[in-house]
T-cell receptor
Framework: GAGVSQSPSNKVTEKGKDVELRCDPI?????LYWYRQSLGQGLEFLIY????????KSGLPSDRFSAERTGGSVSTLTIQRTQQEDSAVYLC????????????FGSGTQLSVL | GDSVTQMEGPVTLSEEAFLTINCTYT??????LFWYVQYPGEGLQLLLK?????DKGSNKGFEATYRKETTSFHLEKGSVQVSDSAVYFC????????????FGAGTRLAVHP
């Protein structure tokens, strides 16, 4: 595709519900990253995929957070039993995987947990 | 662990003013350094980068020099425009070798005519 696509762009949910956030990376990009941007804070790394495997998931804040990638393409970030502190913008990025190559970011999913 | 600290915003300037946004980092080894920009309503995009000490990254009139001795990568522009209004993020590339970026908190720049 032309760029990294994320859906939905906005998600409002109730505390305790599960949510799924989707990322479609640029075609051919083997590396995929999830970040979280909370109000007034920088981007917090969550997880990195190379192909379908996740060699670095060190940023996932709790076991309520999980992510998968299938076919070396689409990725889904799942948050179970959402809490108010999960409210943030969730950003996905992809790259060719070459050293120092730039990351291409999507526009993000704004998650609001009421 | 590795970290990035950048000056708090917002920074408010008049058009054609000189811009400096400070960025310092803490890292083991020699990371690559980046500035990303987020224009209103758009996703983050790379502005410039430098991959080794004393390198200067430049793009769209912006410059930043990788200073190992001061662990800094300050962003500068000689004459800002209204269209430069955005949030600027300094970042370093983790030494893990897969472009994992560690970001600063971001600095909002507002340029007025």
């Amino acid at each position: 595709g032309a760029g990294v696509s994320q859906s939905p762009s906005n998600k409002v949910t109730e505390k305790g519900k599960d949510v799924e956030l989707r990322c479609d990376p640029i075609s051919g990009h083997t590396a995929l990253y999830w970040y979280r941007q909370s109000l007034g804070q920088g981007l917090e790394f969550l997880i990195y995929f190379q192909g379908n495997s996740a060699p670095d998931k060190s940023g996932l804040p709790s076991d309520r957070f999980s992510a998968e990638r299938t076919g070396g393409s689409v990725s889904t970030l799942t948050i179970q039993r959402t809490q108010q502190e999960d409210s943030a913008v969730y950003l996905c990025a992809s790259s060719s995987g070459q050293p120092n190559e730039k990351l291409f970011f999507g526009s993000g999913t704004q998650l609001s947990v009421l | 662990g590795d970290s990035v600290t950048q000056m708090e915003g917002p920074v408010t300037l008049s058009e054609e003013a000189f811009l400096t946004i400070n960025c310092t980092y803490t890292a083991t080894g020699y990371p690559s350094l980046f500035w990303y920009v987020q224009y209103p309503g758009e996703g983050l995009q790379l502005l410039l980068k430098a991959t080794k000490a004393d390198d200067k990254g430049s793009n769209k009139g912006f410059e930043a020099t990788y200073r190992k001795e001061t662990t800094s990568f300050h962003l500068e522009k000689g004459s800002v425009q209204v269209s430069d209004s955005a949030v600027y993020f300094c970042a370093l590339s983790d030494q893990g070798g897969y472009n994992k970026l560690i970001f600063g908190a971001g600095t909002r720049l507002a340029v007025h005519p």
